[in-house]
C-alpha cells in the first residue's frame, strides 16, 4: 500500500458545484483504480492524499501532474503505508474555502492551521498528516458528511 500527498494552486477559484462536479468524477475514477483518499480545497490551494497500489498511484501522478486545472504540483510525500486512513472514504472532497466554510469551530481552526502549513516553504508530511488525519473523526463528531 502507498500514499502519495501533494499540494497544487489552481489556475482559477472554481465555484462549489464545479468542485463538488470534479470530486464526483474523481470518485468514479479513483474507486476504479483502487484508490482512497481526500482532496481539500482552500481558495486556490489544493490538498489531496490518494492511497492504493504503487502503479495506480504512479500512474495518477503523472496525470495530476500534467493537470492544467492546477499549477505548482509539489508532492510532500510519497512511500509505503501500512494501511489506509481514508478506506471508508473512497475519494472526498472537502471544501475549506471562505467561501463555503462550514459553520464549525474546529473546521476554522483546522483552516488556520492549514493556512499557516502552505505558509511554509515547504509543510512537513507530519504537520499535514496530522491536520487531514483528524478530518474523519471531526466530522462523524458533528454527524457532517464530508
Known amino acids: 500500500m502507498e500514499a502519495l500527498i501533494y499540494i497544487s494552486r489552481a489556475q482559477r477559484l472554481f465555484t462549489r458545484e464545479e468542485l463538488e462536479e470534479m470530486g464526483e468524477g474523481f470518485s468514479a475514477r479513483n474507486q476504479k483504480r483502487g484508490l482512497t483518499g481526500v482532496l481539500i480545497t482552500m481558495g486556490d490551494h489544493f490538498l489531496q492524499v490518494l492511497e492504493g497500489e504503487r ?24 512511500g509505503e503505508i501500512p494501511d489506509r486512513n481514508f478506506a471508508d472514504w473512497g475519494m472526498q472532497v472537502i471544501l475549506l474555502d471562505r467561501r463555503f466554510l462550514l459553520p464549525l469551530p474546529e473546521v476554522a481552526q483546522l483552516r488556520r492551521e492549514l493556512d499557516q502549513e502552505l505558509q511554509m516553504a515547504r509543510p512537513t508530511r507530519e504537520a499535514i498528516v496530522a491536520l487531514i488525519l483528524g478530518l474523519p473523526t471531526l466530522l462523524k463528531q458533528h454527524e457532517l458528511k464530508p
Open 55 to 78: 502503479a495506480a498511484i504512479n500512474e495518477l501522478a503523472l496525470k495530476l501532474a500534467a493537470d492544467r486545472r492546477h499549477f505548482d504540483f509539489k508532492e510532500l510525500f510519497r
